[in-house]
């Protein structure tokens, strides 16, 4: 009877526990929120800088070296990966600035789940991340760009692209903390830059150096673009086939998967080592 009573008590504390959580972390995303009606500059800013990538490769630039078929079938996608590679920067900044600014020591002096500060940031930038793939969508609409797949085809791209922008974004946050003064963010987020540009977003690796083409192909980035590409319907390019291209879809789940295992309880342990 006791053991009984014990049992139902741990999992009415343990539900207790994750309401609580839950609700911390939707007032910290709210927080977050409100911090767009405030600045909506930076969010047209965060919004229109993917577009005007899009429009420069596109119009400017396009014709990617070595692409067969339809250049704006082949560019819009991996513009949709570039995407959520890019744009790390204003979390980041956030997050170094809620540190020194005592925000963060603040928030711990309340009755507040550890780690919703980090939640809530997460489920903002995600949102604004969303929010950026549908305008990047309805633009390469604009400018000739199709799916020629089904819908649950558009639905597992999309979200083997919001699964990259969450890895990408735990890996931003951890940095984040190591850097840990906002005017260092930028050190940090040059590192980005490679993973976005030594990829298979504008042009095919056979038209690489050898070298330079294995290490595009096995970007993570690369898989994401190529296995958007395909669940889109779209032109893949061309060159010759590769154990990364050929199984794009799976580097495509299990590299994010295996960047969020890393990343998420490195954020996690050192912001919870910074209030010790």
């Known amino acids: 009877m006791s053991t009984s009573v014990s049992t139902a008590s741990t999992g009415e504390g343990a539900g207790a526990r994750l309401a609580w ?16 009606a405030r600045q909506p500059v930076q969010v047209f800013v965060g919004l229109a800088f993917p577009v005007m990538l899009l429009l420069m490769f596109n119009y400017l630039i396009g ?4 692409v067969e078929g339809d250049y704006v079938d082949f560019l819009v996608p991996g513009m949709f990966a570039l995407t959520m590679v890019f744009g790390l920067d204003a979390t980041m900044v956030a997050v170094t600035g809620d540190l020194n600014k005592g925000v963060v020591d603040r928030f711990r002096s309340m ?33 000739g760009w199709r799916w020629h797949g089904s819908l649950a085809g558009v639905a597992g791209a999309v979200g083997l692209l919001l699964l990259l922008r969450f ?7 951890y940095l984040a903390m190591v850097a840990g003064r906002p005017e ?4 940090v987020q040059i590192l980005v830059w490679p993973v976005g540009f030594f990829s298979n977003a504008f042009t095919v690796p056979g038209g690489m150096p050898d070298w330079l083409g294995a290490a595009v192909e096995w970007n993570p980035m690369s898989a994401t673009a190529t296995a958007v590409r395909d669940l889109f319907g ?20 299990l590299s994010p998967l295996a960047l969020i295992a890393l990343f998420l309880p490195l954020a996690v342990h050192r912001f919870s080592a910074l209030s010790r």
Do not use: C, Y
């Open 111 to 143: 009755p507040m789940t550890n780690g919703a500060v980090l939640v809530g940031r997460s489920v903002a930038d995600m949102l604004q991340s969303f929010a950026s793939l549908i305008v990047m969508m309805g633009v390469g609409l604009a400018i």
């Open 63 to 66: 014709g990617g070296k070595g």
């Open 184 to 187: 260092l963010v930028a050190a």
């Open 21 to 36: 959580a839950v609700t911390d972390s939707w007032t910290m995303t709210r927080r977050e929120l409100a911090h767009w």
């Open 234 to 253: 779209g032109s893949p390019g061309t060159g010759a086939p590769s154990w990364p291209t050929a199984h794009a879809e799976l580097l495509a789940v």
């Open 167 to 173: 890895a990408m974004l735990w890996l931003g946050i």
